[in-house]
């Protein structure tokens, strides 16, 4: 059967299925999916069966993820010869700049959008790099600014699945898997080796990015906790089935072991017109994420916080956590509340997504970042350290407040870009500059200066 019509990976756009992790099973035109088998000796519609394997053959089956894509041309044909090309503000690790200092306390202000036309790919600015991508272990963080769309020109990557939290403006990711629009309060995860563009809905567009180089991320186990709680199954959604059926010259970029190469081909790769499986992009709401905490006394490490963890291999010891600070109330009885000083084996690097952080109440702003690095000692500044060591302790909602963390097992080094160009303050060090010692000898301390 001949089939005549185009669809665009738009037409699909608000359509989700839940669940994290799911055996989902989508098609685009009825009767795409093959029943029963993966392989039958011809598809329907004339398509092309092919597996994308997101985990090895034999991963244990708990953990073993891939999916079954029926598509108008077959992989190989979305690629020809390859040409290594420059994308020189997107780094991976391991990138040690002999002129840039690591060891610190860093403290910057977003990242301003300028005139320059600006796509995913030529807007990505690598703030840290740890791990080291040819071994698939740690990650990078970036900040994305994005002004134009990609057109007729798509992307993946074969060393990363991409964590995306949205900032500021509206993206649309058009993936072989189906159409994910995404904003602010939003995050979205696209796994390693899945092709897309990216489009501008709403501009300019910043955000911060996670690129994950070891294992995928899952949902932290609840523990005592429970089966509900922090963040549920049900709230993460996958988008449809959705295809292009276009001929029209485009280019396809790929991050392969730290280098961009660049093929080119004659039709949208975005032709997948049914898939099932388990290895697919997801996007998750941040304010459907159900803190947990103290309700009596002291509050627990900020591990209860967890939204996604990508375990590296020690049980328990991260390759990436992905911690969120949100709206809350604090009731412990007293009680510091905030944060409190601390030095860290892992390395802690935080972006602002909206409001006002409890551990700093100016100069960490939304849009912002910060870093403590592996075993730097950091806290809360004065003003938090005063105000939360004196006032009254009734029940108070910190509100309009979000802010994240992607913190490490590896130390994160920072690109010459974070260091010398990228709005870096300064002055953070000097946060703490004016915390006094109360220590007088006496058992109440001094208070007064
Ligand atoms: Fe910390």
Same mark, same amino acid.
């Given at each position: 059967?001949?089939?005549?019509?185009?669809?665009?990976?738009?037409?699909?756009?608000?359509?989700?299925? +839940?669940?994290?992790?799911?055996?989902?099973?989508?098609?685009?035109?009825?009767?795409? /999916?093959?029943?029963? *088998?993966?392989?039958?000796?011809?598809?329907?519609?004339?398509?092309?069966?092919?597996?994308?394997?997101?985990?090895?053959?034999?991963?244990?089956?708990?953990?073993?993820?891939?999916?079954?894509?029926?598509?108008?041309?077959?992989?190989?044909?979305?690629?020809?010869?390859?040409?290594?090309?420059?994308? +020189?503000?997107?780094?991976?690790?391991?990138?040690?700049?002999?002129?840039?200092?690591?060891?610190?306390?860093?403290?910057?202000?977003?990242? &301003?959008? #300028?005139?320059?036309?600006?796509?995913?790919?030529?807007?990505?600015?690598?703030?840290?790099?740890?791990?080291?991508?040819?071994?698939?272990?740690? @990650?990078?963080?970036?900040?994305?600014?994005?002004?134009?769309? @990609?057109?007729?020109?798509?992307?993946?990557?074969?060393?990363?699945?991409?964590?995306?939290?949205?900032?500021?403006?509206?993206?649309? /990711?058009?993936?072989?898997?189906?159409? !994910?629009?995404?904003?602010?309060?939003?995050?979205? !995860? =696209? +796994?390693?080796?899945?092709?897309?563009?990216?489009?501008?809905? %709403?501009?300019?567009?910043?955000?911060?990015?996670?690129?994950?180089?070891?294992?995928?991320?899952?949902?932290?186990?609840?523990?005592?906790?429970?089966?509900?709680? *922090?963040?549920?199954?049900?709230?993460?959604?996958?988008?449809?089935?959705?295809?292009?059926?276009?001929?029209?010259?485009?280019? =396809?970029?790929?991050?392969?072991?730290?280098?961009?190469?660049?093929?080119? !081909?004659?039709?949208?790769?975005?032709?997948?017109?049914?898939?099932?499986?388990?290895?697919?992009?997801?996007?998750?709401?941040?304010?459907?994420?159900?803190?947990?905490?103290?309700?009596? $006394?002291?509050? &627990?490490?900020?591990? =209860?916080?967890?939204?996604? #963890?990508?375990?590296?291999?020690?049980?328990?010891?991260?390759?990436?956590?992905?911690?969120?600070?949100?709206?809350?109330?604090?009731?412990?009885?007293?009680?510091?509340?905030?944060?409190?000083?601390?030095?860290?084996?892992?390395?802690?690097?935080?972006?602002?997504?909206?409001?006002?952080?409890?551990?700093?109440?100016?100069?960490?702003?939304?849009?912002?970042?910060?870093?403590?690095?592996? *075993?730097?000692?950091?806290?809360?500044?004065?003003?938090? $350290? %005063?105000?939360?060591? #004196?006032?009254?302790?009734?029940?108070?909602?910190?509100?309009?407040? @979000?802010?994240? @963390?992607?913190?490490?097992?590896?130390?994160?080094? /920072?690109?010459?870009?974070?260091?010398? %160009?990228?709005?870096?303050?300064?002055?953070? =060090?000097?946060?703490?500059?004016?915390?006094?010692?109360? $220590?007088?000898?006496?058992?109440?301390?001094?208070?007064?200066?």
């Amino acid at each position: 059967m001949r089939h005549d019509s185009v669809q665009t990976a738009g037409q699909n756009a608000l359509e989700y299925m +839940p669940g994290f992790g799911n055996d989902f099973e989508t098609e685009a035109l009825a009767g795409a /999916l093959p029943q029963g *088998m993966n392989s039958p000796q011809k598809c329907p519609y004339g398509l092309y069966a092919e597996q994308l394997s997101g985990t090895a053959f034999t991963a244990p089956s708990h953990q073993n993820e891939r999916t079954w894509c029926y598509r108008i041309r077959p992989s190989v044909k979305h690629s020809t010869r390859y040409a290594k090309i420059d994308l +020189p503000f997107w780094k991976s690790a391991p990138h040690v700049d002999p002129d840039v200092v690591s060891l610190g306390q860093y403290r910057w202000d977003p990242v &301003p959008h #300028t005139a320059e036309e600006l796509t995913w790919l030529t807007g990505m600015r690598t703030m840290t790099t740890a791990g080291d991508v040819n071994t698939q272990v740690g @990650m990078a963080s970036h900040i994305y600014l994005v002004t134009a769309s @990609m057109v007729d020109e798509y992307f993946y990557s074969a060393d990363s699945e991409l964590l995306i939290v949205p900032q500021e403006g509206k993206l649309r /990711l058009a993936t072989e898997l189906g159409v !994910i629009d995404l904003a602010p309060q939003e995050i979205a !995860i =696209i +796994p390693r080796g899945l092709v897309y563009r990216v489009e501008l809905l %709403e501009g300019p567009a910043r955000g911060f990015v996670c690129e994950n180089y070891g294992q995928k991320f899952e949902l932290p186990g609840r523990g005592p906790i429970g089966a509900n709680c *922090m963040a549920n199954r049900r709230d993460f959604k996958t988008p449809v089935a959705a295809f292009e059926d276009r001929d029209t010259p485009s280019k =396809i970029t790929i991050k392969w072991c730290g280098q961009f190469h660049e093929t080119k !081909i004659g039709h949208s790769p975005l032709d997948i017109v049914a898939w099932h499986g388990n290895y697919a992009p997801v996007k998750y709401d941040l304010s459907t994420y159900c803190p947990v905490g103290s309700i009596l $006394f002291d509050h &627990p490490d900020p591990s =209860i916080f967890t939204v996604l #963890t990508a375990p590296s291999g020690v049980p328990g010891t991260a390759n990436i956590d992905f911690v969120l600070f949100r709206e809350r109330w604090m009731v412990a009885e007293d009680t510091f509340r905030p944060p409190w000083y601390h030095k860290n084996i892992m390395s802690e690097l935080m972006g602002n997504i909206y409001g006002q952080y409890d551990a700093k109440p100016k100069g960490f702003v939304p849009g912002g970042m910060s870093l403590h690095n592996m *075993m730097l000692p950091h806290g809360p500044d004065k003003n938090a $350290f %005063e105000g939360a060591s #004196t006032s009254d302790l009734k029940a108070e909602k910190l509100d309009n407040t @979000m802010s994240f @963390m992607f913190e490490t097992r590896f130390p994160q080094h /920072l690109t010459r870009f974070a260091a010398k %160009e990228a709005p870096l303050q300064d002055d953070y =060090i000097d946060c703490w500059d004016s915390l006094e010692k109360k $220590f007088d000898g006496t058992p109440e301390g001094n208070w007064n200066k």
